[in-house]
């Protein structure tokens, strides 16, 4: 991990600049894919699951026994741990719930909004490197309280051909029984575009590796929605002296184990502190099995030491983290000045993995950036709000003017008349 003293703007932004491959050259890779699916449907499916996933699939769709064995092979203990998740993930997010608004605006003008949920929606469970099945409360929990009417579910298969046990559990926990077994961009032009499998929805979410996210923002050009670019995992631990080192590298290796290209970002106010967290670092990673990968993901990261909290302050807000961790003494002024991250966590004993899995919030969240102008998954992201307005004669007759003039002045004689013809009408009556 490099480690920069007290950097001047310049130098933090280029040392921080995510490790994402070039847009570019990653639409080169998934434009074909994302064509081949539109043209040849299932089929292209086969066939890029052989090419990627290496392994050969009959029927895509999983089966009603598949599911059945599955739930047998998941142990109990991971049962029950599923279950506190998916209680703490309901309440979360039933609490997001608005209420129908309706309020007369001025005498006989009302005012209304609904929610409504989003008809089709596609989820996209990431399973290349580890089969993510909290992902699958994530999304299919607040699809489910939206009142979504026809969900499917696409992960990439194992190396046997399966989707991992726990992700059909989950799936089958939240009630979702369309499942693809299909991964990366081939997937998302599924669910975009419809094959024999797979029907064509209004919206897809879920996070994925660089090819998922480019094929999400490659199918809004074609109609469909998306509810964010959520890419590689990264994450923020901002430390003073109040910080426990061991706990803090814990955290930033927790998020280096996603993925090669995942980046972690430790800003803490000393360099005392510093040498002690990349120390545990050190002695930690020894430890876990996916070192390879984090020690990767660790090459792409960088500690920074800011003496002083505005600046610190300002780092954080300009790189937007996904994952912000503050772990300092007046965590509640840092709190208040950070407008630019995806999901906070505050305090020595607010681990990220809490968020990851089951204090409640929501793990699919806006990487690369884009914490600055895109929200995690929320119920909001199945909802819909549509507004109705009723108006009554009379108050017609105390709002038309208004229109009229407003109207006119846009030169837009139509629009006036709409108005005008109902007034006359309502004089004669
Ligand atoms: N932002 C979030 O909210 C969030 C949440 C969870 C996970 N994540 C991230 O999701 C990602 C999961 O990635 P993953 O790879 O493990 O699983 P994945 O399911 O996203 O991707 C696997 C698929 O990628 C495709 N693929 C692999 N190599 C390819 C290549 N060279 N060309 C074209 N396609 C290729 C294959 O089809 C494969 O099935 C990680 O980066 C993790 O950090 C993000
Ligand atoms: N940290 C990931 C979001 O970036 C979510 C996740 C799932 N499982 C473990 N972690
Ligand atoms: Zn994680």
Redesign the pocket.
Known sequence: MKVLVNPNKNTWKKELERPVQKMKEIEK??KP?MRKVKRQGDKALKK?ALE??HVEIDHLLVSRDEIRMACQEVSQELKDALLQAKENIEKFHQLQETPFLITEIMEGVTCMRKSVPIQKVGLYV?????P?FS?VLMLGIPANIAGCEEIVLC??PNAEGKIHPAILYAADLVGINRIVKS????AIAAMAYGTQSVPKVDKIFG???Q??TAAKQLATKKGVAIDMP????EVLVYADQSAVPEFVAADLLSQAE??V??QVVLVCNNQKLCKKILKAIEAQLETLPRQKIAKKALENSVAVVMEEQEKAIHLINEYAP?HLIISVENEEEVVDSIFNAGSVFIGNFTPESAGDYASGTN?????NGYAKNYSGVSLDSFLKKITYQKITAEGLKKLGPAIEIMAENEHLAAHKQAVSIRLEYISKQ
Request: charged letters at 10%.
């Open positions: 890779i998934v894919i890029f990627y996933d990431p399973g290349g490197t580890a993510l992902t992960s990439p991964g990366g961009a081939q996070p994925g590796n090819y998922v959520a890419g590689p995992s996603h993925g290209d995942s996904e793990h699919t969240l806006p990487t």
